[in-house]
């Protein structure tokens, strides 16, 4: 080869190498770094018209509500009658989950705000809310409340709840404000005491620079005589990480920020750095992530930060970003994605990384959507401020994750994420449950429990049979839960049984799916006592079901030929049906809903009928096999 080919050829290999470098550090720089310091590598293709994406679901996932909106009968709600609720905060203490949330009329931070308190010893069944932060009033103007951090847990031992006050004047800012924040007070805390009382609130952050001492509407924390109180307040004020979450509250000149982030802020534009999460990757380095997928980086515990920088494949949006180290020393993140179709805060997407730095898979965390009451800023989906535990907290006991967030700015729900993440099952199903000791016990099986359609496992009998009840009186929303099982391209057999408490009121339905097409094969017992199929021809009568007997369902299932039959009670049908969607190649879930499959519902109702229904529909399930 002559030296001109050989030149030719080596500058081409040199291109190709070059661009490949490019292609690896994604045009951004090296992940990990200052320049990008988290990247998400894996594949994402959402398609926006379903509230799960199209993505596969976290296997195991439960999902509880924690407050339900009701405007006409308060007593149901909130206590208040309010049906905007947001910013939800999570900790866990002596044995007991708590959760924190604002409080509004209709509209974000309009007519007032209040702070609630919610509480429960597993996770899954809440008390009602209390106000645990009052609006007051200021100069004849009622207080509003915001928080971005919730919960502290002093080194004594005590817990503290947080928020943040402001006067109503300063919403929305004001024009000509030297940045575009509102003008706090500052930021609060509370003692919550392990007999359900609560200490006195104090200010143990103060704007000194906007308002003169005796405006302040309570008194600063100095001024207690609790000299626990105030060496709590000194250890959270000397904290670098948590007292981030003040951010936006407190402004420079009246707290030591980390002079590295302060030297960023532009024209006094604060909202590069909100809503915070970090964790500590195995180097020790902290990784910051903020609302609008900004992130950063800090080497020496918090002292100093790298600049602020856009994560190009995490979200786009203006929503909150999640990130923690998880109990098996890998990492999970969260946030919302964005694509074509979107417009929505759904679905609510996790990605799980070794080393903290790169993320891969793509996987959904509660798969409705729902919107019931009208209202300003209700973004739609539960992807609203989702948030766990920060670290240097309380352990909640196990390995799962677990997640606060608020459904549409409307209810506030909390899901259990088993760790390691999975969005494949490798076993079929064997499942009597009378091994379960309560619902929070069930491993495997993605659960959907609103408060007025809770799912449970109970003892049915005096020899302590159990199975999975499901209970519905909610108008507007379901019971739903649905157990993943190992992928079948071939002969599938699938058995339950089934047991109305009722024959002439209430709906349930089974359906056989996967990820692409949820319900290729779809059984229904109506409200006028039928069982139905739908097939690829229509739907189908194939029986009745009468109150309190147990109907026994098999199923002898081809995948390949997409036919299956069926047999009740031990009595075959005498005909094949064919899926309902032809060209599925497998089946890997089954799923169980008191109601019909309803997609995204935003639709705004009249208020006066959400209300339980007085007619409560009861269903038990048992012996689910799948092989």
Not at 128 to 133: A, D, G, V
Not at 205 to 229: G, H, I, R, T, V
Not at 339 to 368: C, F, K, Q
Not at 388 to 416: A, C, F, H, N
């Amino acid at each position: 080869m002559n030296i001109k080919k050989q030149f030719k050829l080596t500058g081409k290999i040199i291109l190709v190498a070059c661009i490949c470098t490019l292609i690896n550090y994604n045009v951004f720089g090296q992940a990990g770094t200052a320049e990008e310091p988290v990247r998400f590598i894996g594949k994402l293709d959402v398609d926006f018209s379903r509230p799960d994406g199209k993505l596969p679901p976290v296997i195991g996932a439960h999902s509880y509500q924690v407050l339900r909106s009701v405007r006409y009968n308060k007593e149901l709600g909130d206590g208040l009658g309010y049906t905007f609720h947001h910013h939800p905060m999570l900790t866990y203490w002596k044995n007991n989950f708590y959760v924190l949330c604002n409080a509004c009329p209709v509209h974000e931070e309009r007519g007032l705000t209040e702070i609630l308190l919610m509480k429960s010893n597993n996770g899954a069944n809440w008390s009602k809310p209390e106000i645990i932060f009052p609006h007051v009033m200021y100069k004849n103007e009622p207080t509003f409340c915001n928080h971005r951090m919730g919960f502290y847990i002093a080194p004594s031992g005590k817990l503290y709840a947080s928020t943040a006050y402001f006067p109503q004047s300063e919403m929305p800012p004001q024009k000509g404000s030297e940045d575009t924040s509102k003008k706090y007070f500052g930021v609060v805390l509370r003692e919550i005491k392990e007999d359900g009382t609560y200490g006195k609130i104090y200010f143990v952050a103060q704007n000194n620079s906007l308002y003169k001492q005796d405006e302040f509407p309570f008194p600063y924390y100095l001024s207690s005589f609790d000299k626990d109180f105030i060496s709590d307040c000194e250890s959270l004020r000397s904290d670098k990480l948590i007292t981030l979450h003040w951010w936006e509250q407190i402004r420079p000149k009246d707290f030591n920020f980390p002079e590295t982030l302060v030297n960023q802020i532009k024209n006094g534009n604060r909202k590069f750095a909100k809503a915070i999460s970090y964790y500590h990757r195995n180097d020790s380095t902290i990784v910051a992530l903020w609302k609008d997928s900004k992130s950063a980086l800090s080497y020496d515990g918090g002292i100093s930060w790298t600049n602020v920088t856009n994560l190009k494949t995490f979200s786009g949006g203006y929503a909150k970003v999640w990130g923690q180290r998880t109990e098996d020393g890998k990492f999970a993140a969260s946030w919302r994605p964005i694509g074509e179709g979107s417009w929505g805060r759904y679905p609510m997407l996790w990605a799980t990384s070794n080393d903290g730095i790169t993320y891969d898979g793509a996987m959904h965390v509660n798969d409705e959507v729902t919107l019931r009451y009208d209202g300003g800023s209700k973004d739609i989906g539960p992807c609203n401020y989702q948030i766990g535990l920060y670290e240097g907290g309380t352990q909640i006991p196990g390995d799962d994750i677990w997640v606060v967030y608020s459904m549409s700015k409307e209810d506030i729900w909390i899901s259990r994420i088993p760790v390691p993440l999975l969005s494949e099952e490798k076993l079929n199903v064997i499942q009597t449950f009378d091994e379960i000791n309560s619902i929070i016990g069930l491993q495997g099986w993605n659960i959907f429990s609103p408060k007025w359609a809770p799912i449970e496992i109970l003892p049915i009998d005096k020899k302590g049979n159990k199975c999975m009840i499901f209970n519905d009186k909610d108008p507007y929303d379901y019971a739903k839960a649905f157990k993943v099982f190992k992928q079948s391209s071939g002969l599938l057999n699938i058995s339950f049984s089934l047991l109305a408490k009722q024959s002439n009121y209430g709906r349930f339905e089974i359906e056989i799916g996967n990820t692409e097409q949820l319900a290729p094969i779809k059984l229904m017992l109506t409200p006028e006592g039928k069982i139905q199929i739908s097939d690829w021809q229509g739907i189908v009568n194939i029986g009745e079901y009468t109150m309190n007997n147990w109907i026994k369902f098999e199923l002898k299932i081809d995948v390949i030929a997409n036919s299956f039959n069926i047999s009740i009670n031990g009595k075959e049908m005498n005909r094949n049906f064919t899926f309902n969607s032809k060209k599925i190649k497998i089946l890997d879930r089954i799923t169980f809903r008191t109601g019909i499959n309803r997609g995204i519902s935003i639709n705004p109702i009249d208020p006066e009928t959400d209300l339980p229904l007085k007619k409560e529909a009861v269903y038990y399930l048992d012996n689910v096999i799948v092989k």
